[in-house]
């Protein structure tokens, strides 16, 4: 498995602000994903941040909104911009790791979340 | 995408043994199948994987049949404390992304009844 950390683990921020989240790994590994989960749902893919390369973003999701830096195998940053209420969830990076006989899965942090006012 | 369907909810006694049946129709050859534990609050923690037939490890057993169309993951002898929402997940490779993407359905809400 993998020790995944996540700053802040909430926080309470004005409409219209940004807020970078913050995931840290106790290992490198190669691929790191960023989830959204609203209240009472299920996780949504927001992006895939691979190091050295640009985010990959999902339907929906769009760089300006949702910037995502990787610079190093251990280390990345989401940020919420301009938020508005809407953007109240539970975010959560998670990293891909190798397990022994299957094959890659992913192990997440615990969770930031967000309440926008 | 393969997607998977399983109960919305499920109600069980302490000590008794729980079966989470999800079916994924659509799974294709190389696909694993993965089943998550969430608590509120917190990540999604990965309890097990499996390919075919049966795989055990200390938390929880999966039971996938020939056909790989579903899969029952069993808990035995269940506790307060496994009072979670389980998802059952069909791995698959995002071409685009190089990597493996999961896709969340809705899971299914374990209440663990004393």
């Known amino acids: 498995s993998a020790v995944i950390s996540q700053k802040p683990s909430r926080d309470i921020c004005q409409r219209g602000t940004s807020l970078t989240i913050q995931c840290q790994v106790d290992?490198?590994?190669?691929?790191m994903f960023w989830y959204r989960q609203q209240p009472g749902q299920s996780l949504t893919l927001i992006a895939t941040a691979n190091q050295g390369s640009e985010a990959t973003y999902e339907s929906g999701f769009v760089i300006d909104k949702f910037p995502i830096s990787r610079p190093n195998l251990t280390f990345s940053t989401l940020t919420v911009s301009n938020m508005s209420p809407e953007d109240s969830s539970i975010y959560l990076c998670?990293?891909?790791?190798?397990?022994?006989?299957?094959?890659?899965?992913?192990?997440f942090g615990p969770g930031t979340r967000l309440t926008v006012l | 995408l393969a997607k998977t369907t399983q109960p919305i909810s499920m109600d069980s006694y302490e000590g008794q043994e729980v079966n989470i049946t999800c079916s994924h129709n659509n799974i294709a050859t190389n696909d694993y199948i993965t089943w998550y534990q969430q608590f509120p609050s917190q990540g999604p923690r990965f309890i097990i994987q499996?390919?075919?037939t049966k795989v055990t490890n200390e938390v929880a057993s999966l039971f996938i049949p020939a056909d790989r169309k579903s899969s029952t993951l069993s808990l035995p002898r269940v506790s307060l404390s496994d009072t979670a929402v389980y998802y059952c997940?069909?791995?698959?490779?995002?071409?685009?992304?190089?990597?493996?993407?999961?896709?969340f359905g809705k899971g299914t809400k374990l209440s663990v009844i004393p």
């Open positions: 998670s990293v891909e790791r190798s397990w022994p006989y299957s094959t890659d899965t992913q192990y």
């Open positions: 997940l069909v791995g698959e490779l995002n071409s685009g992304a190089g990597s493996y993407q999961l896709t």
């Open positions: 499996g390919y075919k």
């Open positions: 290992s490198q590994v190669t691929m």
